[in-house]
């Protein structure tokens, strides 16, 4: 049981920076594999990156590589994705997500908690 609530989106120029963070209460955070995906106007939701209970693996998509760094903090309730070099195809609705007990990376299916998200907006 974790409510995943996602922060820190907004309107930045093409080549600029964001970082999101993703907060839950609850003792069983911890436990929890954590995932960020995006999903742009007229398209459907695609996975961005992926991190374990520990943040010791973390798993990316080809087209945010280089660029998307996920982490996470279990002693604060939240994990991260901080987004460097950021591009107008970028622009989309981020989503955080939870996954208990998953594979490695997490299936889609293995998400059982999603947030609301948070609007990114990438101008160039």
């Known amino acids: 049981q974790v409510q995943p609530v996602e922060s820190g989106g907004g309107l930045v120029q093409a080549g600029g920076s964001l970082r999101l963070s993703c907060a839950a209460s609850?003792?069983?955070?911890?436990?929890?594999?954590m995932g960020w995906f995006r999903q742009a106007p007229g398209k459907e939701r695609e996975f961005v990156a992926a991190?374990?209970?520990?943040?010791?693996?973390?798993y990316y998509s080809d087209s945010v590589k280089g660029r998307f760094t996920i982490s996470r903090d279990n002693a604060k309730n939240t994990v991260y994705l901080q987004m460097n070099s950021l591009k107008p195809e970028d622009t989309a609705v981020y989503y955080c997500?939870?996954?208990?007990?998953?594979?490695?990376?997490?299936?889609?299916?293995?998400?059982?908690?999603w947030g609301q998200g948070t609007q990114v907006t990438v101008s160039s």
């Open positions: 997500a939870a996954a208990l007990r998953s594979s490695w990376p997490p299936l889609t299916r293995d998400y059982a908690y």
């Open positions: 609850g003792r069983t955070f911890s436990s929890y594999g």
């Open positions: 991190i374990n209970w520990s943040g010791g693996n973390t």
